[in-house]
């Protein structure tokens, strides 16, 4: 039965588990259903008593795509100023930075965004911890003057902060007495809530984040709960195999609107039947003649995935005749972007026809489909 996110969000308040996973991919409404279920959660004080993000914070701590909109850089091109990274003033981070620097968790950011992004890049924190800047680290005891990093290693240092607080969080609420805790402001902390923390890692790192957080997740003690979304089958895979008593969900979208958040078993590629979930919407998007940029994505996934589980080194050897100017028109279409005259068109009519060709070459010359359908049809 479909449901809007706000159900969705009840029916996982309700089924009270310690640890729930969510499949999605992007675009379903993952960051949505963060904010339902906050809302839930904590919802807002109509009557304007106390502190609205002191309440949430209170019940709820969340990770999402909005935690990251709190961090901007500071450019000043005009006085040739060091590039910085700075964090937006408000109730929420004035709390959370002012929480980390008194418990003296600057050196564990650093520890945890090196690990993730390069040992040699180093950030700084200003004494009041409102802006860092970035160095590089020569190793002979100097440095580089800041510089600006990547989005992806913003990203990943933004994640290495909320890390760094959620390490705090479980491991002052597995002190059992409350009067024994280094601090009572986690008190009543009810939820994790942390969505898509992997879009800028690469695999040897995604699965090592995941194993980190799956780590930290299983060393909690207390009756903190955690709900983790994610578009990645990889992530979602090393997560399902590292925690035990989880509770797995595929989040599905339907064309009016609605939404069903469905229990599955097992990891992925059993659960969801990964490779043909993304071969039926590509076949949809065809049908409907709604192939858009991202679809290119998914059928790359798809040839990735049934090159590795036929022995081919490369996914491009799966591709027709003139191999060269297919890889080269699904690279474009899904290498990510970084400058805004770099950004890539709407599929051209020629386009959308040549993914209908691709999908129907994996199908027709690659007997693993076959199979794939014949083991569906069987489950």
């Not at 309440?55 to 990770?63: A, D, E, G, P, Q």
């Not at 081919?312 to 005749?321: F, N, Q, T």
């Amino acid at each position: 039965m479909s449901k809007t996110l706000t159900e969705i969000a009840q029916q996982l308040r309700d089924a009270n588990k310690k640890v729930q996973m969510i499949y999605a991919f992007n675009g379903i409404g993952k960051t949505r259903l963060s904010r339902e279920f906050k809302q839930l959660i904590a919802p807002k004080n109509d009557d304007g008593e106390g502190d609205q993000s002191e309440l949430s914070r209170n019940k709820i701590l969340y990770y999402n795509a909005f935690t990251e909109d709190l961090f901007y850089w500071d450019n000043d091109l005009e006085l040739d100023a060091d590039p910085k990274l700075k964090i937006q003033p408000n109730s929420y981070t004035d709390w959370l930075l002012t929480l980390l620097k008194d418990l003296g968790q600057d050196g564990n950011i650093v520890k945890y965004f090196q690990r993730y992004a390069n040992d040699k890049l180093t950030p700084h924190f200003s004494e009041d911890f409102t802006e860092v800047g970035f160095s590089l680290e020569r190793g002979d005891d100097e440095r580089s003057g800041y510089i600006k990093i990547s989005k992806g290693e913003e990203s990943n240092f933004i994640w290495s902060v909320f890390y760094t607080l959620l390490d705090q969080v479980i491991t002052i609420l597995n002190v059992a007495e409350p009067g024994e805790r280094e601090t009572n402001q986690f008190d009543q902390l009810e939820y994790v809530f942390i969505d898509d923390p992997v879009s800028s890692l690469d695999e040897n790192h995604l699965i090592e984040l995941a194993v980190n957080l799956a780590g930290l997740i299983k060393s909690s003690q207390s009756d903190l709960k955690f709900i983790v979304t994610t578009h990645s089958p990889l992530f979602y895979n090393v997560l399902f195999n590292e925690l035990n008593g989880k509770t797995c969900y595929l989040l599905e979208r339907f064309e009016d609107g609605t939404f069903a958040l469905v229990e599955k078993q097992g990891d992925s590629n059993k659960s969801f039947s990964y490779h043909l979930y993304l071969k039926q919407t590509l076949e949809q998007a065809i049908a409907n003649n709604q192939v858009q940029k991202y679809h290119f994505t998914l059928l790359r996934n798809l040839y990735e995935k049934t090159a590795s589980f036929l022995g081919y080194p490369k996914w491009s050897e799966l591709l027709p005749d003139d191999k060269q100017l297919y890889l080269n028109r699904i690279i474009q279409f899904t290498s990510h972007s970084t400058l805004s005259n770099e950004a890539v068109a709407e599929p051209t009519p020629q386009e959308k026809q040549m993914v209908k060709l691709l999908l129907e070459n994996l199908i027709d010359n690659y007997g693993f489909w076959q199979q794939l359908e014949q083991n569906d049809n069987r489950n």
